[in-house]
């Protein structure tokens, strides 16, 4: 179920214009030290599974409802962007904003193969980072994991007759 629902998360995610690369989130970002080059390409969206409390429907089959997180990362072309920047640089600088914009309006209730319409439950800026600019967009889904479930294949009987019974 999950290893489905990364891989169409992630086919939809490269379609999103601009966005260079796209990883399953494991910190990549969060050790980059001042100055360094990141060792992924920006734009990048990270998928993060948080935990996904499920309940038995029957005959092995569980739903439950998560929280996916996705991390937006670009480059700080300027660390200020006021009224006062000249506008080629403070386009480029709103470029990451516009990126959580076409996001939302790419994720806002699409759905996959074992997840159903996702909702956003929230944005948060991460700012820990200080090289990078990095917003966390938060949706609610649920899932339906069938994965569990046995695939039975019936029996067909064999049927031997014997032709001397029909005499």
């Keep these: 179920m999950l290893k489905?629902?990364?891989?169409?998360?992630?086919?939809?995610i490269t379609t999103l214009n601009g966005v260079k690369h796209v990883d399953m989130y494991a910190?990549?970002?969060?050790?980059?030290?001042?100055?360094?080059e990141?060792?992924?390409p920006?734009?990048?969206?990270?998928?993060?599974?948080?935990s996904i409390p499920t309940g038995e429907l029957g005959r092995r089959v569980q739903e439950g409802e998560a929280l996916i997180r996705f991390h937006?990362?670009?480059?700080?072309?300027?660390?200020e962007v006021s009224n006062s920047t000249p506008e080629p640089i403070r386009s480029n600088?709103?470029?990451?904003?516009?990126?959580?914009?076409?996001?939302?309006?790419?994720m806002e209730k699409s759905s996959g193969t074992h997840f159903n319409s996702m909702t956003r439950v929230g944005v948060t800026a991460d700012t820990a980072p200080t090289d990078i600019y990095v917003h966390i967009a938060e949706y609610n889904t649920r899932f339906t994991d069938e994965s569990a479930v046995r695939k039975y294949i019936p029996a067909t009987p064999s049927l031997n007759i014997?032709?001397?019974?029909?005499?």
């Design 93 to 106: 600088a709103l470029d990451h904003l516009g990126m959580i914009d076409d996001f939302h309006k790419l």
């Design 27 to 36: 910190g990549q970002y969060l050790n980059e030290a001042d100055g360094e």
């Design 162 to 167: 014997d032709p001397q019974l029909n005499a």
């Design 42 to 50: 920006t734009p990048a969206v990270f998928i993060e599974f948080t």
């Design 72 to 79: 937006l990362v670009s480059d700080v072309v300027m660390n």
């Design 4 to 12: 489905t629902t990364y891989l169409e998360l992630l086919s939809k």
């Design 38 to 40: 990141l060792p992924f």
